[in-house]
Structure formats: C-alpha cells, structure tokens
C-alpha cells in the first residue's frame, strides 16, 4: 500500500512539477495562452508531449518542431516535485493518522501538496529572476489559510482549542511576515524584499505555530548564510543580492517535516 501510494504521488508531483514550470513561463511572459506551447516557435503541443520526465527525456530536451532545447527547468521541476510529494508522504509528521485516513490529516496533507505546487512556482520564479509573482504568493496564503483552518477546527470540534493556540498562531505571524515586513521596511528592500515578507504569511498560517515559526525563521537565515558567504567573500562585496524565497521555501517545509523533534526540543 505504501509502495503503491509513493508512486502514484510520484507521478502526481511530477504532472504538478509540470504545471508549476509552466505557471513560471506564463507569468514571466504574460502569456494567457490556454494550452502549452513552445516558447520559441509557439508550437502547440500534443499531449504525448506534455508527458512529465517522459517527453522531455524522448525529445532530449528539444521542441519536436523547431529543435530548439527547452532547458532543463522543466525535468528538473518534475523531478523535484514528484520527490517532494513523496517525502512529504513519508515523513509526514501525523503518518499514522494519514495512513488510517484521518479525514482532518487527509485534508491537510492534501492543502498541503496543493501549497507545494504554488510554493514551487514562487521558489523557481525568485531563483530565476530574483523576483516574487504576486499569483502564487496570493495562491500561497489562500492555501496557508486553508491549513490554519483545518488546524483551528479540528481542535475547536475536539474541544482543545484554546487561548495559547491563539497566541502561538498569533506569534507565528508575528515572526515571520511581522518581522520581514519591519526589516523591509526600515531596510528599504536593502535586507529583504516585499515578496518576502508576503510570502511569510501563507508559510506562517501553515505553520500555526510559534516555535515552528522561530524554527524556521533561523534555519532559513542559515541557509541564506551558507549561500550567500562564499560568493560575498570570493567576490569581495558584502552588499551582493541573492533572492531569498528559496531560503524561506526550503526551511518551511523542512520544519513541517521535522516538527515532532521541534517539539520535543522545545519541551526539554
């Protein structure tokens, strides 16, 4: 059953990865075109071209008319969203509950794949072009929102919730888009970018928690540090730009991942 669910989360990620590529084109380009096609030489595409992985790897990498290389963003979304989905389904924080179909875990491990697809197209768009798309960060909160939701009722018709899962969710969006919004703020876009703390609210509503929030603020700087440092010192300036979604992406789902030993860390 495992096996079988990792696969088909697989192909399901891969076909999102697929869509999420094309989303990125699409805004960058203001193209409202309704069905794929060649950036190049607007060539249609079939449908036994828009297989993920699949096409790209039978057409090497090229369109089948004009023979021009479409580049390798495109598998390597599909690559990168099929694993995610797939890790997310194993080290889901709740397994046994998803396992048993929980309806509540259900739903939040199915908003939450939705949440990946928007993020992934906020990640490429800001790794490629420095740049945050207003669509997917709106897409991002609205399916943040979803998961507070899901969140808050499951515990309101378990007759838990209480005033320090207020202040906890509260606190979350206070960390991250509060603080990133004073910093871009009083920085004028020098530290962060307005993107940034916009996108921090769909990631702190998802979160709903304020450890899990200070988590992911400090691993996300971390890793914006481990980037930025050797390029700044080889380069000799301190001022040099990176986007920093990416960062704010990868930590978020790596504390969602790795929340019970947060948790747990937190409760010693």
């Known amino acids: 059953m495992k096996i079988f669910v990792a696969v088909m989360l697989f192909v399901i990620g891969a076909m999102m990865g697929s869509f999420a590529c094309c989303q990125v084109w699409r805004i960058k380009k203001h193209d409202k075109s309704k069905r794929s096609h060649c950036m190049k030489c607007k060539y249609q595409l079939r449908w036994y071209d828009n297989i993920p992985i699949v096409s790209w790897l039978a057409l090497s990498g090229k369109c089948r008319k004009c023979k021009k290389p479409i580049g390798c963003l495109e598998i390597l979304a599909e690559l990168l969203l099929g694993i995610m989905f797939v890790a997310s389904f194993l080290l889901w924080p709740r397994y046994d509950a998803l396992m048993v179909g929980n309806p509540w875990e259900v739903a939040r491990f199915a908003t939450f794949l939705m949440l990946l697809v928007a993020l992934t197209i906020s990640f490429i768009f800001d790794l490629k072009w420095s740049e945050l798309p207003m669509a997917s960060l709106i897409a991002g ?5 979803v998961m507070l939701g899901i969140n808050v009722a499951e515990t ?9 899962m207020a202040a906890s969710i509260f606190g ?5 888009p509060g603080l990133y919004f004073v910093m871009y703020k009083i920085s004028s876009e020098r530290w962060v970018g307005s993107g940034d703390w916009v996108l921090n609210i769909g990631l702190a509503l998802a979160l709903s928690d304020f450890w899990l929030a200070i988590f992911a603020m400090f691993l996300a700087n971390f890793l914006g540090c481990i980037a930025f440092l050797p390029g700044a010192i080889s380069k000799k300036d301190m001022n040099m730009k990176i986007p920093f979604g990416p960062f704010l992406i990868a930590a978020f789902w790596i504390i969602y991942m ?11």
């Not at 309101?156 to 320090?164: K, L, Q, Y």
């Not at 979350?172 to 991250?176: P, Q, R």
């Not at 790795?258 to 010693?268: D, G, K």
């Open 141 to 145: 909160g609205v399916l943040g929102a």
């Open 156 to 164: 309101v018709v378990a007759g838990i919730f209480g005033w320090s």
């Open 172 to 176: 979350a969006l206070m960390i991250l």
């Open 258 to 268: 790795a929340q019970n030993l947060v948790f747990n860390l937190v409760a010693i």
